[in-house]
T-cell receptor, first 118, second 112 residues
Framework: GAVVSQHPSWVICKSGTSVKIECRSL??????MFWYRQFPKQSLMLMATSNEGSKATYEQGVEKDKFLINHASLTLSTLTVTSAHPEDSSFYIC??????????????FGPGTRLTVT | QQPVQSPQAVILREGEDAVINCSSSKALYSVHWYRQKHGEAPVFLMI?????EQKGHDKISASFNEKKQQSSLYLTASQLSYSGTYFCGTEGSGTSYGKLTFGQGTILTVHP
């Protein structure tokens, strides 16, 4: 089946530093990947849509200069949290969509990255 | 707008059945169902598309009524492994492909 990996799975960083999270589709090509964040006991909130070879589309309220997204290849998207602050601490999850702009697709999630900013 | 799931939580004994509902206020193209265990990523269960369909595998099935903008997930003869939080993700008609809005989740606990 479709497998999506994320790295790292867990990271602690100091306030003001930047953190990069990688999302890879291991056995399929994903022209579209999505980045979500999830606070404890809450639902998944879409942050941005990442399309290979083009700029990411951010949801309302998400600072694009703070959450930099790069979709460099059909199997890799990265999320960089710049100048992280404690309020950025969360569970960040990526998903990858099979197929290209197809509505009969399936969306598979990575294992998530837990970010703690001290 | 976030779809509304009901119930918020349900507790079952092994072998019992459960129904989880997902309701949206806007026209839907598709509904996706996921199960998430604590500290893990959501696991894809199934997708239902516009046209009003039902799907199922093993003892988990779902229906989608596009006219009512509702979907239901049916869990029969529940097993301990069914425990987790179930989310529905909805895709509105006319939105970007794949962009899902998730409900608040339904916590399912199955006891021996």
């Amino acid at each position: 089946g479709a497998v999506v990996s994320q790295h790292p799975s867990w990271v602690i960083c100091k306030s003001g530093t930047s953190v990069k999270i990688e999302c890879r589709s291991l056995d399929f090509q994903a022209t579209t990947m999505f980045w979500y964040r999830q606070f404890p006991k809450q639902s998944l909130m879409l942050m941005a849509t990442s399309n290979e070879g083009s700029k990411a589309t951010y949801e309302q309220g998400v600072e694009k200069d703070k959450f930099l997204i790069n979709h460099a290849s059909l199997t890799l998207s990265t999320l960089t949290v710049t100048s992280a602050h404690p309020e950025d601490s969360s569970f960040y999850i990526c998903s990858a969509q099979t197929g290209y702009r197809s509505r009969t697709y399936e969306q598979y999630f990575g294992p998530g990255t837990r970010l703690t900013v001290t | 707008q976030q779809p509304v799931q009901s119930p918020q939580a349900v507790i079952l004994r092994e072998g019992e059945d459960a129904v989880i509902n997902c309701s949206s206020s806007k026209a839907l193209y598709s509904v996706h169902w996921y199960r998430q265990k604590h500290g893990e990523a959501p696991v894809f269960l199934m997708i239902l598309l516009k046209g009003g369909e039902q799907k199922g595998h093993d003892k988990i099935s779902a229906s989608f009524n596009e006219k009512k903008q509702q979907s239901s997930l049916y869990l029969t003869a529940s097993q301990l492994s069914y425990s987790g939080t179930y989310f529905c993700g909805t895709e509105g008609s006319g939105t970007s492909y794949g962009k899902l809005t998730f409900g608040q989740g339904t916590i399912l606990t199955v006891h021996p």
